[in-house]
């Protein structure tokens, strides 16, 4: 039979164990409630806003806009172009980004992106990937050479392109513009839901 003490003692341990897996209220998913990653020597937590009683006061609380131009876009605007969700963004982060094998482009205009991007993403806005544009300068950053007279895709980048979210044509602009390229429709992702369903879930943002 455990003396006090033990039992005391055993108690305490116990929920020690016990209370770092309830710090966590909203979690990503069940046993995960939060995801580092590293990427050009710098590590970003990606979690969700702890607070239960928090609100969007920005403008993705809108519901309605002009429409046109702010269509809701279809699900899959780009036939064979993959439209991915919040969890798959943050397992191209964890597989792709965090080893140097593929990269986040967040097609909006500079505004939007300084006022909160998804972490690690480079702001390409939608105008500057066109046939005229697309330069070897940004082509290098896509992993993309220029050979006799024409581009070579062997080595794009894996990439991922959002924007505002399903209202939001900047995304599909820079796909369409990317595919018109030559770009392969087998490495570029579609994060349909972009920033507002980004924030409506409360996932870390990047504020410039």
């Known amino acids: 039979m455990l003396s006090k003490v033990t039992?005391?003692?055993s108690l305490l341990l116990l929920s020690l164990l016990i209370m770092p897996l309830q710090a966590t209220e909203v979690n990503i998913q069940r046993g995960v409630p939060?995801?580092?990653i590293t990427a050009n020597g710098k590590t970003i937590r990606i979690e969700r806003i702890q607070d239960t009683s928090h609100k969007l006061k920005n403008s993705y609380t809108?519901?309605?806009r002009p429409t046109p131009p702010?269509?809701?876009q279809p699900y899959e605007p780009i036939k064979g172009i993959e439209t991915i969700g919040e969890l798959c963004v943050i397992d191209f982060l964890k597989d792709k980004v965090q080893n140097n094998k593929g990269m986040i482009i967040d097609a909006r205009m500079p505004k939007w992106h300084k006022a909160g991007s998804i972490p690690f993403s480079f702001n390409i806005p939608f105008p500057i990937l066109t046939t005229k544009n697309?330069?070897?300068k940004i082509a290098q950053i896509f992993g993309v050479k220029k050979e006799n007279g024409s581009w070579n895709f062997d080595n794009a980048q894996k990439i991922l392109i959002y924007d505002n979210g399903p209202w939001c044509q900047q995304g599909v602009h820079a796909m369409k513009n990317l595919v018109k390229i030559g770009y392969p429709k087998s490495k570029i992702?579609?994060?349909r839901g972009g920033m507002q369903y980004w924030q409506i879930?409360?996932?870390?943002?990047?504020?410039k």
């Open 189 to 191: 992702l579609y994060y």
């Open 201 to 207: 879930l409360g996932l870390t943002t990047i504020i």
């Open 7 to 9: 039992l005391k003692s």
């Open 134 to 136: 697309f330069n070897g």
């Open 62 to 64: 809108k519901t309605s």
């Open 70 to 72: 702010f269509n809701i």
């Open 34 to 36: 939060y995801v580092d």
